[in-house]
């Protein structure tokens, strides 16, 4: 994973080096070596995906390729605001490691599983994974667009999703349901954390606090690139 790059652009390995010294471990042994389980453990598998990015968006900015915009979805977003220079690199590698720390940690690994659903709005979506939660947590957890919700939860309710399609309230209306594998398979963590905060302890609201506390210390540097956008529309309307 990234090596590659690394073996090609010196900038890519001065990337790695970096987040090597920022998060006091190889993280690019692990990403050109493995092993894969623990490369695949989500604390590792965000400040890896994020490591690549950045290398990989510094290769073509080395090449003359740069971009007027930047935009990134859930982890994404770390790489774009390095990217456009708002977040710092190793200010990001090092938030995204307690990121993914604080989500592996959420569920034991292996015990929860993701699957979007295609072709079904999310109310529907929502009145299913009520149906078939028996007890056990499981509810939609993104909105990826109009017919495509990602649903998370306990892995033996989210398995149940596909024999619903046999139901009436889903058959005719459900394309097809994906079992997400890789990263995903352990993001969904963060997703249960947040569906029921309520049932958070107190060393889950102590980790909240001790990730506030880092972002504050970040980069003073980030604009509102939402307002930033609107005027560069309506100027062009």
Same mark, same amino acid.
């Given at each position: 994973?990234?090596?590659?790059?690394?073996?090609?652009?010196?900038?890519?390995?001065?990337? #790695?080096?970096?987040?090597?010294?920022?998060?006091?471990?190889?993280?690019?042994?692990?990403?050109?070596?493995?092993?894969?389980?623990?490369?695949?453990?989500?604390?590792?598998?965000?400040?890896?995906?994020?490591?690549?990015?950045?290398?990989?968006?510094?290769?073509?900015?080395? $090449?003359? !390729?740069?971009?007027?915009?930047?935009? =990134? !979805?859930?982890?994404?977003?770390?790489?774009? !605001?390095?990217?456009?220079?708002?977040?710092? #690199?190793?200010?990001?590698?090092?938030?995204?490691?307690?990121? &993914?720390? #604080?989500?592996?940690?959420?569920?034991?690994?292996?015990? =929860?599983?993701?699957?979007?659903?295609?072709?079904?709005?999310?109310?529907?979506?929502?009145?299913?994974?009520?149906?078939?939660?028996?007890?056990?947590?499981?509810?939609?957890?993104? $909105?990826?667009?109009?017919?495509?919700?990602?649903?998370? &939860?306990?892995?033996?309710?989210?398995? $149940?999703?596909?024999?619903?399609?046999?139901?009436?309230?889903?058959? =005719?209306?459900?394309?097809?349901?994906?079992?997400?594998?890789?990263?995903?398979? !352990?993001?969904?963590?963060?997703?249960?954390?947040?569906?029921?905060?309520?049932?958070?302890?107190?060393?889950?609201?102590?980790?909240?606090?001790?990730?506030?506390? $880092?972002?504050?210390?970040?980069?003073?540097?980030?604009?509102?690139?939402?307002?930033?956008?609107?005027?560069?529309?309506?100027?062009?309307?």
């Amino acid at each position: 994973m990234g090596r590659a790059l690394a073996e090609a652009f010196p900038v890519c390995r001065q990337t #790695f080096a970096e987040a090597d010294e920022a998060l006091g471990e190889s993280l690019s042994r692990l990403c050109y070596e493995g092993p894969a389980d623990r490369l695949q453990l989500t604390e590792n598998t965000q400040p890896a995906i994020l490591t690549v990015s950045v290398a990989a968006y510094r290769a073509l900015e080395s $090449l003359g !390729h740069r971009a007027s915009f930047m935009a =990134g !979805h859930s982890l994404g977003e770390y790489s774009a !605001h390095v990217a456009a220079g708002t977040l710092s #690199f190793v200010d990001a590698v090092r938030i995204v490691r307690r990121r &993914g720390r #604080f989500m592996q940690e959420a569920v034991p690994v292996g015990a =929860g599983a993701m699957a979007a659903v295609l072709g079904l709005d999310a109310a529907t979506v929502a009145e299913v994974c009520r149906e078939v939660a028996q007890g056990e947590v499981v509810a939609p957890a993104n $909105l990826n667009g109009p017919g495509q919700v990602v649903i998370a &939860g306990v892995r033996a309710a989210v398995d $149940l999703l596909p024999s619903m399609k046999q139901s009436d309230q889903i058959l =005719g209306h459900c394309q097809t349901i994906d079992q997400l594998e890789t990263e995903a398979d !352990h993001v969904m963590r963060a997703a249960i954390a947040r569906m029921f905060r309520e049932e958070a302890d107190a060393r889950q609201l102590i980790k909240v606090k001790e990730m506030v506390e $880092l972002l504050e210390e970040v980069t003073d540097r980030c604009e509102d690139v939402a307002n930033i956008i609107e005027g560069i529309v309506l100027e062009n309307a």
